[in-house]
């Protein structure tokens, strides 16, 4: 999300310049990620759109006039998509939105609209502002649409990728409004996919767990989120939402770890929004349980005990109970109610695994086909 006006050093956050610096977790041995805040002074060569690495970055040896081709690559993508990415702007701080259809729909990341029902949106390439208001938000996934109230003539949505050819080496383009310098581009790479990453709440967030990212080289500062991230058939693979930090050096940013949420969690999600107002499927796995963090004898996390099995749901109709303590699911350790949601965030209705649990002393399998995560 957008960072807030006033510069606060912090150890993670997400790339939404807010009023409140948001701690962000990442999992799978990486590097907590997220931003500071950042101002919207224009001092920086990225603000006039151009990429602000040189396309040597991407490494290999380069042929004969391959670099002016992938020169002209990346002119032609920026040409292409730039016009679909938008600033937003709330009472506490700016993100970055893409242009989902020519209706005027707008798709961002949920902590970028915060508590907010009305917003100040500006197009690529105008300084005119436009009002817009909130079509709904899903938190848990960190996604939201907005409505331009006067969709102006000439509106161009963002084509969006197939997430599955995701692969790694592929060069993106990260594209929205870092530090308030809006229409910036960065390039980079696709550099980890199937990422887990944990975002604790704030206020007006109540955080998520968010399975399948995006990992990106492509520099993600404060006000990406919520941008896109893109590939060169100018489509749309990711919305921009996370950005690594060095926890051991004063929160440094550290270079080349950005994370965006895939796109086709972008598109099922934002057509159930605007289509109902909600979503009525989260396509995300469930094991049907209400459970809460176990602690042994020495007050250390232990697992995850169930308190509450869904009739008839996965762990009931594998044999789960109240009671038992969930110490892994698959070849993933479970320690703690967080742990748990991060291990499912990762996995797919409808896929089995295998859950060990801890009942009367022993430890015990079993087989679930996991569920659908139900929606509020």
């Known amino acids: 999300m957008a960072a807030p006006r006033n510069p606060e050093a912090v150890t993670v956050n997400r790339t939404k310049e807010s009023a409140r610096p948001i701690v962000v977790a990442v999992l799978a041995a990486l590097a907590l990620a997220g931003c500071s805040n950042g101002s919207s002074s224009d001092s920086s060569s990225s603000a006039n759109g151009s990429p602000t690495a040189s396309a040597g970055a991407t490494g290999g040896a380069v042929q004969p006039g391959g670099a002016n081709q992938l020169q002209s690559d990346y002119q032609r993508v920026i040409g292409d998509v730039l016009p679909s990415v938008v600033q937003i702007t709330t009472a506490s701080g700016l993100g970055s939105g893409i242009v989902y259809d020519d209706r005027g729909d707008i798709v961002t990341n949920a902590h970028v609209v915060g508590t907010a029902t009305a917003f100040t949106v500006t197009l690529a390439g105008s300084t005119k502002p436009l009002d817009a208001t909130l079509v709904a938000s899903y938190p848990e996934s960190d996604l939201a649409v907005i409505r331009l109230g006067s969709p102006p003539d000439g509106l161009k949505p963002a084509s969006f990728g197939d997430s599955t050819k995701v692969e790694l080496g592929q060069i993106t383009l990260a594209m929205g409004s870092p530090l308030g310098l809006s229409s910036s581009v960065t390039q980079g790479i696709v550099s980890a996919t199937g990422r887990t990453v944990s975002e604790p709440g704030s206020p007006g967030s109540p955080g998520a767990v968010i399975g399948n990212m995006v990992q990106t080289s492509a520099a993600i500062n404060p006000g990406n989120s919520g941008g896109a991230l893109v590939n060169l058939d100018s489509q749309v693979i990711g919305i921009n939402t996370l950005a690594a930090t060095e926890p051991q050096a004063n929160g440094a940013a550290a270079p080349g770890i950005g994370f965006a949420i895939p796109a086709s969690t972008v598109t099922s999600i934002a057509d159930q929004l605007i289509k109902d107002g909600k979503v009525t499927n ?95």
């Open 282 to 376: 989260s396509g995300r796995a469930a094991l049907g349980i209400t459970a809460r963090t176990y602690f042994d004898q020495d007050f250390r996390p232990a697992g995850a005990v169930v308190v509450a099995v869904t009739p008839d749901g996965p762990a009931a109709s594998a044999g789960l109970q109240v009671g038992d303590v969930i110490t892994r699911i698959g070849d993933t350790a479970v320690d703690s109610l967080n742990s748990l949601t991060t291990a499912l965030a990762s996995l797919a209705p409808g896929s089995k695994v295998t859950v060990t649990y801890d009942r009367d002393g022993r430890s015990r399998t079993a087989e679930v086909t996991l569920g659908t995560l139900e929606t509020p």
